[in-house]
């Protein structure tokens, strides 16, 4: 247990004598870096689900397995591809919406979220109020409507998916009348931008 990314054990942290530090930048305060980097070279991120393949990249070279993570993503691409293909050939893909909820707020997940760049290799459309270039937006409940699609994708920690399905607005989505609605991993899906999450 190396505590949090706030307050990190750093005797624990050292006494693992690490080759490399891998620090999401986003997640780490200017203090704490420098401690980090008493203990070891460290290798920052940019964090943030947008910058996922750039971070891949950059955390490949520095682990000397560039020529690994370039087929790994050379495999993705081409299966993101053919899926949409494959939709393009069936008459166009549906509509998926990303929802999540933590810390007390409804998000809905943009173009350049983590989820919605997947999305967006895989030539999945996106609902229009969901087609903003940001990472994510805020909504109240009563804008769940905001939150509809063909498909709904909708993740929260433990118990926190009550505000979806608590809400009396979620059983008039088109999406939970039609049966497509599906809670997700939340940290796979809003939280561990990464190729294992992908």
């Known amino acids: 247990d190396l505590g949090t990314r706030n307050a990190p054990d750093l005797e624990a942290l050292a006494a693992l004598a690490p080759d490399l530090i891998l620090v999401n930048r986003a997640a780490t305060a200017p203090a704490v870096l420098r401690q980090y980097q008493r203990i070891a070279p460290v290798v920052l991120t940019r964090g943030r689900g947008e910058h996922w393949r750039a971070d891949f990249r950059r955390l490949a070279d520095a682990l000397g397995k560039r020529q690994h993570a370039q087929a790994w993503m050379a ?3 081409r299966d993101a591809r053919a899926f949409a293909q494959a939709w ?9 919406s990303f929802v999540q909820a933590g810390g007390g707020r409804i998000r809905l997940m943009g173009l350049r979220s983590f989820v919605g760049d997947i999305a967006q290799g895989m030539g999945l459309a996106r609902p229009p109020g969901q087609r ?3 990472t994510s937006q805020d909504i109240g409940a009563e804008r769940l409507d905001l939150a509809d699609g063909d498909w709904l994708f909708y993740g929260a920690r433990g118990d926190g998916v009550r505000v979806f399905t608590a809400s009396p607005l979620w059983r008039h989505l088109g999406a939970v009348a039609a049966g497509h609605t599906r809670r997700v991993d939340y940290d796979a899906f809003y939280m ?3 190729p294992s999450a992908a």
């Open 75 to 77: 495999a993705f691409q």
């Open 88 to 96: 393009a050939a069936a008459g166009g893909a549906p509509q998926v």
């Open 132 to 134: 903003f270039a940001r």
């Open 192 to 194: 561990n931008a990464g």
